[in-house]
């Protein structure tokens, strides 16, 4: 059912834990499943010097937060926005289709910290938000 690649993440998850020094904080969930992911950013010169994650959820949502912070860990801050769940998906090796959603909350979850960071230094942030239509929360055209 999963990938050796989910089973380790989720039996050996890297960067868990909160940064007390973040400059960039992200969280997002999903209602229907009850999953939580929370990124820790800390963004210096225009690069994701670190990166931590705190995860509520399934094995999956774990591993998908897992490979997400390595995957924008010392990149650049636009860089890090072009992680689509897509990405996450293959670098997991797959993922069961009723376990997509795990991978779209990481991808959101690493938006949102870079959102965050966006306020905080006073930059326009229309062009990066806005719904995913990952949930059924909303009433969008992605239903």
């Known amino acids: 059912m999963y990938s050796e690649k989910v ?11 909160e940064l007390k020094d ?26 994701v010097k670190d990166v931590k994650f705190k995860t509520f959820g399934c094995g999956a949502a774990i591993a998908t937060s897992s490979i997400a912070t390595e995957m924008v860990k010392g990149k650049t801050v636009e860089e890090a926005l072009e992680l689509s769940n897509k990405a996450v998906i293959e670098a997991l090796d797959g993922l069961p289709p009723q376990k997509i959603h795990c991978s779209v909350l990481a991808e959101e979850a690493i938006k949102a910290a870079i959102i965050d960071y966006y306020k905080n230094q006073g930059i326009d942030t229309s062009h990066i938000e806005g ?13």
């Open 22 to 47: 973040a400059n960039a904080v992200g969280e997002v969930g999903n209602a229907k499943c009850g999953d939580i992911m929370k990124i820790y950013m800390k963004i210096e010169d225009n690069r």
């Open 7 to 17: 089973m380790d993440h989720f039996s050996n998850p890297r960067n868990v834990g």
């Open 131 to 143: 719904c995913s239509g990952c949930c059924s929360d909303c009433h969008c055209e992605h239903e």
